[in-house]
């Protein structure tokens, strides 16, 4: 079952307006989630509208603009009528819209597991403790590697035994990304704190190659492929 919301095309700075009561959405679906720790599981996605990145790799530029204004009240209603315990909310980059942390506490009140798809590139001091949080970092074949905000690695939040933390996601796209994603690795000790998922841009990197440079690093780095494109390829919505 998918629901997508009919488009306008509005400016990235006039998404951002508004009040903070109403966010400006793309559509909202439900799928399987097809990346992090919780892959496989039935989910509903809320994809905001709008993104102040391009990276080269983009594969929702139909999320830049368009979409249309919805109150939070009408959002929750909406999830809740997909009747699922999971919820994903992505973009486009969602917290570059101010409404988007508010709507991620609303979401965890109303008792769903909640998931945070972020670009690394807007501040995530403000997402409720609550919400699982998967931030990418920018490799440099992105375009778009000037945009990490290294301070957000002091708001995620760090796992334990019982509790898997927050996760850091790399898209790879060349050897030189990959050696660049190996140094912050290292330098930032980002294993020793999260989960770390490298994910290969197909066009770039065979996926064979990139899980035999993960194995050789020797590091703790977990390989992932986007399971919803194995099954439904681009299709969006899906």
């Known amino acids: 079952m998918s629901e997508t919301i009919a488009a306008a095309t509005p400016a990235l700075d006039q998404l951002a307006g508004g009040t903070s009561r109403t966010l400006r959405i793309t559509e909202i679906?439900?799928?399987?989630?097809?990346?992090?720790?919780?892959?496989?599981?039935?989910?509903?996605?809320?994809?905001?509208?709008?993104c102040p990145l391009r990276?080269?790799?983009?594969d929702t530029a139909y999320a830049f603009t368009g979409g249309e204004r919805m109150s939070q009240d009408a959002i929750l209603s909406r999830v809740a009528e997909l009747?699922?315990?999971h919820v994903c909310v992505t973009g486009g980059?969602?917290?570059a819209q101010p409404g988007c942390p508010e709507l991620l506490r609303q979401l965890a009140d109303a008792g769903h597991v909640v998931s945070l798809e972020t670009s690394g590139a807007m501040d995530i001091a403000a997402v409720d403790p609550r919400v699982h949080v998967v931030m990418d970092l920018k490799t440099p074949s992105s375009g778009e590697v000037g945009r990490n905000r290294w301070e957000n690695l002091a708001h995620l939040k760090t796992g334990?035994?019982?509790?898997?933390?927050?996760?850091?996601k790399v898209v790879i796209g060349s050897r030189e990304d990959f050696d660049w994603a190996i140094d912050r690795v290292r330098e930032h000790d980002l294993t020793g704190r999260f989960t770390v998922l490298f994910s290969?841009?197909?066009?770039?990197?065979?996926p064979r190659t990139l899980a035999e440079w993960i194995l050789d690093s020797g590091l703790a780095i977990r390989f992932q492929m986007q399971l919803h494109k194995l099954i439904w390829g681009?299709?969006?919505?899906?």
């Open 234 to 238: 681009d299709e969006p919505g899906r």
């Open 29 to 50: 679906f439900r799928s399987l989630q097809g990346e992090s720790d919780h892959i496989g599981w039935p989910t509903v996605f809320v994809r905001l509208t709008g």
């Open 83 to 85: 009747g699922t315990r």
């Open 55 to 58: 990276c080269v790799y983009c």
């Open 160 to 168: 334990d035994k019982i509790k898997a933390g927050d996760e850091i």
């Open 93 to 95: 980059e969602p917290l």
């Open 200 to 206: 290969p841009v197909f066009e770039g990197v065979a």
